[in-house]
């Protein structure tokens, strides 16, 4: 579904990235953990094309590593970014709308499931999205990406300052989503991206460290010293 290859990302004469490979399959969760500043985000926006990159990014088969940001979301690959970034002074309703842009045939049909996903937002769904709670933006966050229908789902650190009962319940989402379309998941919550994800990466200085089956990470004592406070 989506293969990296020898990936570099530098600001000016840091390098954030450093040579990655990466690939990501049909019908799972692969998730990309590390500490702040090993280059996580970079990673991801590379992949949209939104930070300038060498190396090579082929999705379903193609190369699309030189192309636009706005060209590689209409071929399927959504990028929910830290922080969320709701319009907040749109309602719930005009959010979906706005990631439907492009869908716009399919709106009722999309808002529908969008409100089964998160029964939250249904209740809310004529308010202001910046009165909303920490937890019901990201989920909103989450909806707007899916009102394109991607074929890739990526989440850039999606438990960020949520309560632990939020996160269980966003991740619960999350793990459901895999049977639509693959997800890759940016994480510093190592133990609940392990705990939903099929395969991961350990991202060091910019540097994969280590990577495997989720299962088999969870169980390393390099991991679980460094990344899950065991």
Same mark, same amino acid.
């Given at each position: 579904?989506?293969e990296?290859?020898?990936?570099?990302?530098?600001?000016?004469?840091?390098a954030a990235?450093?040579?990655?490979?990466?690939?990501?399959?049909r019908g799972?969760?692969?998730?990309l953990?590390g500490?702040?500043?090993?280059?996580?985000?970079?990673t991801l926006?590379?992949l949209v094309?939104?930070?300038?990159?060498?190396?090579?990014?082929i999705f379903?088969?193609r190369?699309?590593?030189t192309?636009?940001?706005?060209k590689i979301?209409?071929?399927?690959?959504?990028?929910?970014?830290?922080?969320?970034?709701?319009f907040?002074?749109l309602?719930v309703?005009?959010?979906?709308?706005m990631?439907a842009?492009?869908?716009?045939?399919?709106?009722?049909r999309?808002?529908?499931?969008m409100y089964?996903?998160f029964?939250?937002l249904?209740?809310?769904r004529?308010?202001m999205?910046?009165?909303?709670?920490?937890?019901?933006q990201?989920?909103?966050? %989450? #909806?707007?990406?899916l009102? *394109?229908? =991607?074929k $890739?789902l990526m989440l850039?650190?999606?438990?960020l300052g &949520?309560?632990?009962?939020?996160?269980?319940e966003?991740?619960e989402? %999350? #793990?459901?989503?895999?049977? *639509?379309? =693959?997800? $890759?998941?940016?994480?510093?919550?190592?133990f609940a991206a &392990?705990s939903?994800?099929?395969y991961?990466?350990?991202?060091?200085?910019g540097?994969?460290?280590?990577?495997?089956?989720s299962?088999?990470?969870?169980?390393?004592?390099?991991?679980r010293k460094?990344?899950?406070?065991?």
């Amino acid at each position: 579904m989506l293969e990296i290859k020898n990936l570099q990302v530098y600001y000016g004469v840091i390098a954030a990235v450093r040579g990655i490979d990466m690939h990501i399959k049909r019908g799972e969760i692969v998730t990309l953990i590390g500490s702040n500043g090993a280059g996580k985000t970079s990673t991801l926006n590379a992949l949209v094309n939104s930070v300038k990159k060498s190396g090579r990014v082929i999705f379903e088969g193609r190369n699309i590593s030189t192309h636009p940001t706005h060209k590689i979301v209409r071929e399927g690959i959504a990028l929910v970014p830290e922080g969320r970034r709701v319009f907040i002074n749109l309602s719930v309703e005009e959010n979906l709308r706005m990631g439907a842009f492009n869908n716009d045939e399919n709106f009722e049909r999309l808002r529908g499931r969008m409100y089964e996903l998160f029964p939250r937002l249904y209740d809310k769904r004529e308010q202001m999205a910046g009165t909303l709670s920490g937890g019901e933006q990201q989920m909103l966050a %989450i #909806a707007r990406a899916l009102m *394109s229908e =991607p074929k $890739l789902l990526m989440l850039d650190e999606p438990s960020l300052g &949520l309560a632990p009962r939020i996160v269980g319940e966003l991740f619960e989402v %999350i #793990a459901e989503l895999k049977k *639509s379309f =693959p997800i $890759l998941l940016v994480e510093q919550n190592a133990f609940a991206a &392990l705990s939903i994800a099929d395969y991961g990466y350990v991202l060091e200085n910019g540097i994969i460290s280590l990577e495997g089956e989720s299962e088999k990470l969870e169980g390393n004592d390099d991991v679980r010293k460094r990344y899950l406070g065991v």
